[in-house]
């Protein structure tokens, strides 16, 4: 079956770097996203990654990608105040083009 | 970016009585737009996908009955709770995917808050 987790909660200081992790269990998805949800708003895609792919980089944001292990990790490099948010992983189900979400990992960035 | 609209934001009714919730692609044509509920502080659960012109599928354990989809156009996709309950208060999120896209980008809509009294 598709399941995805994420660790509930993670807590860095304002100039660290967070790493939010997620394991996936699907390993057909040829697409892992994450997004960022603030209080009381809608998702918004931060990147997503191609299966094929182990790395990739995007200004402040690094995805890695374990294929063997299904597993995802997103690292904020230094993290700001307005990084704090819920952070969701997803994969894709390829057929139907929709997307299993995991439980979210709540980040707080402590000043 | 591509922009998905939903109308109301926040919405409040009686026990008994049906709540309409509107997800428009703003700039963009979907061919396929999703309905989301989010209990607090959990993840997103898939309700149904919604393609235009054609019925909705529902995820096993959504009553279609209860959660009606119409999606009418390619910039318009509609969720009717009937005869709301207590227990349907829930925060709706929609998204919508960009027809065509490869890589399968969903725009979320900011999300409808439904409080049934």
């Known amino acids: 079956g598709e399941d995805v987790e994420q660790s509930l909660f993670l807590s860095v200081r304002e100039g660290d770097s967070s790493v939010i992790n997620c394991t996936y269990t699907?390993?057909?998805?040829?697409?892992l996203y994450w997004y960022k949800q603030e209080p009381g708003a809608g998702l918004q895609l931060l990147t997503y990654i191609f299966s094929n792919m182990d790395m990739k980089q995007d200004q402040r944001l690094t995805v890695l990608l374990n294929k063997k292990d299904k597993h995802l990790s997103l690292r904020i490099a230094d993290t700001q105040t307005g990084d704090s948010a819920i952070y969701f992983c997803a994969e894709l189900a390829d057929s139907s083009y929709k997307l299993i979400f995991g439980s979210g990992t709540r980040l707080l960035v402590r000043p | 970016g591509a922009v998905v609209s939903q109308h109301p934001s926040r919405v409040i009714c009686k026990s008994g009585t049906s709540v309409k919730i509107e997800c428009r692609s703003l700039?963009?044509?979907?061919?396929?737009m999703f309905w989301y509920r989010q209990f607090p502080k959990k993840s997103l659960m898939l309700m149904a996908t919604s393609n235009e012109g054609s019925k909705a599928t529902y995820e096993q354990g959504v009553e279609k009955d209860k959660f009606l989809i119409n999606h009418a156009s390619l910039t318009l996709s509609t969720l009717t709770v009937t005869s709301a309950h207590p227990e349907d208060s829930s925060f709706y999120i929609c998204?919508?995917?960009?027809?065509?896209?490869?890589?399968?980008?969903?725009?979320f809509g900011p999300g409808t808050r439904l409080t049934v009294l």
């Open positions: 700039d963009f044509q979907a061919t396929t």
């Open positions: 699907d390993s057909s998805s040829t697409y």
């Open positions: 998204s919508a995917r960009v027809a065509g896209e490869t890589y399968n980008e969903q725009f």
